[in-house]
């Protein structure tokens, strides 16, 4: 049996990001990977800005200012937020508000809260102020001509925002890459059909196709293939062809009923990985011929296991999609955390548990950590990564893997 790390480095050798690149709107570029790095054209700020509402002053004209000597200054301008501001006038003040630029000649802003408007108009201020207050540099938060944003980053809301906030209307990114997805079992049925017996409901196939949407993969969803070798490698066939990765659910093992790894190898090439994991253990990794062409598409075949198909997805899958896409860090965080339970006996596999935060800020475990009961998933925060042979203390600190890194 491989080790979790191992077949994942065998994996990730394997992927190649896919060619092609597009340009997109900002707006349209959410979980998009940038195909370019994204260098600002400006300094942001852009200028010196108050970040209060004031008086934007020269320190130097304060000096001395107290309770019992206030200084008093003429206001000689009012800039509010978006207007071109006039150098100021030696010896006043100017009224600021918050994201209006600072004027030349002024080297600080008061908060309008220490400053007193006087019956003549003037302002008086009764502290001395630190020189450079309230001020937020040009450049404070990039520097024109840096790299805000480089080739490989999966972009985020804030990346959008950022992205934005130096004016970039569109972005370069990887093409999407395109998956085909297909389940195999006779005894699968969907959400509003009838269950007769010995039938149960597709579950992965809202899974997976949920778990693809959220990488920003192009699904093609080919359904429910029945259990036959004739069916299932013609589904293959058409599946190469404008796919960059087949996935499939289920059929993987080796019993009479599972088609996909005959049909595979006579379509393409497959490893069968036995992978040291609980819940998991099977994984297929493969090719799939594409027509005369001489190229071909990638294959994974998951267990049909609910639970299997969700964390060997979430551990490979995700991992060698984003490759294909072209991101760069595809590494989940790991988190120590405290377990708040105890597990007597370690598994001879590495197995990911289902587990939750509890409010003392440590794991409780779920209580059946069968792969078919897919409610541990729901009701689990996140996977802790237990190695080989180890049993779980309570107080122990142990390795999770929050949904959050992975989903
Ligand atoms: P298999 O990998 O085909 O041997 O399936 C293993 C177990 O997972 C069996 O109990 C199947 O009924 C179940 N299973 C297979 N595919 C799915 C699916 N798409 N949704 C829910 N359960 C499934
Ligand atoms: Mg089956």
């Known amino acids: 049996m491989l080790a979790t ?30 195909a370019a790095d994204v260098t600002s054209p400006l300094d942001v700020p852009p200028m ?50 918050t994201g209006a630029t600072v004027p030349a000649g002024a080297d600080t802003v008061v908060m309008q809260e220490m400053a007193q408007v006087l019956d003549d108009g003037r302002v008086a201020f009764a502290q001395t102020p630190a020189e450079g207050e309230w001020i937020t540099r040009q450049g404070a938060d990039i520097e024109r001509d840096s790299v805000i944003l480089p080739a490989g980053t999966r972009l985020t809301p804030q990346a ?21 997805i297909f389940f195999t079992g006779d005894e699968l049925r969907m959400p509003g059909e009838p269950l ?31 259990d036959r070798l004739d069916a299932t490698r013609e589904t293959l066939r058409r599946a190469a062809i404008d796919h960059d990765l087949i996935l499939t659910c289920g059929g993987v093992s080796v019993g009479e009923e599972d088609h996909v790894k005959p049909a595979v190898e006579a379509e393409g090439r497959i490893s069968m990985w036995q992978i040291a994991m609980k819940p998991g253990k099977p994984l297929a990794f493969g090719a799939v011929r594409r027509g005369d062409e001489g190229s071909e598409a990638f294959f994974i075949g ?10 060997t997805f979430l551990l490979f899958v995700r991992p060698f999609l984003l490759r294909l896409a072209g991101v760069t860090n595809v590494t989940p965080r790991v988190y120590p955390m405290r377990a708040d339970f105890s597990q007597k006996k370690g598994d001879r596999r590495n197995e990911f548990l289902r587990a939750r935060l509890n409010e003392s800020g440590g794991l409780d475990l779920f209580a059946n950590q069968s792969s078919a009961v897919l409610t541990s998933t729901v009701w689990g925060d996140g996977l802790i990564d237990n190695p080989p042979n180890h049993a779980i203390s309570a107080g122990e600190i142990v390795r999770f893997i929050p949904f959050s890194e992975l989903i």
């Not at 394997?14 to 940038?34: I, K």
């Not at 959008?160 to 085909?180: E, H, I, K, T």
């Open 48 to 97: 010196h800005t108050s970040s209060m509402d004031g008086y934007a002053v020269r320190a130097a004209d304060l000096a001395g200012a107290s309770e019992g000597a206030p200084v008093a200054l003429s206001v000689s301008q009012r800039i509010p937020a978006g207007h071109a501001a006039a150098p100021l006038a030696a010896g006043t003040a100017a009224r600021i508000f």
């Open 5 to 34: 790390a191992d077949a994942l480095a065998r994996l990730l050798d394997a992927a190649r990001q896919v060619e092609g690149r597009e340009r997109v709107g900002t707006l349209d570029a959410l979980n998009r990977v940038l």
């Open 302 to 311: 998951l267990p049909g296991n609910p639970v299997s198909s969700f964390c």
């Open 196 to 226: 007769e017996p010995g039938a149960i409901y597709n579950s992965n196939r809202f899974t997976l196709r949920a778990l693809l949407a959220k990488l920003g993969c192009a699904v093609t969803d080919l359904g429910i293939v029945p």
């Open 160 to 180: 959008l925002g950022l992205a934005a906030s130096v004016g970039c209307a569109q972005l370069d990114v990887v093409r999407q890459v395109r998956v085909a």
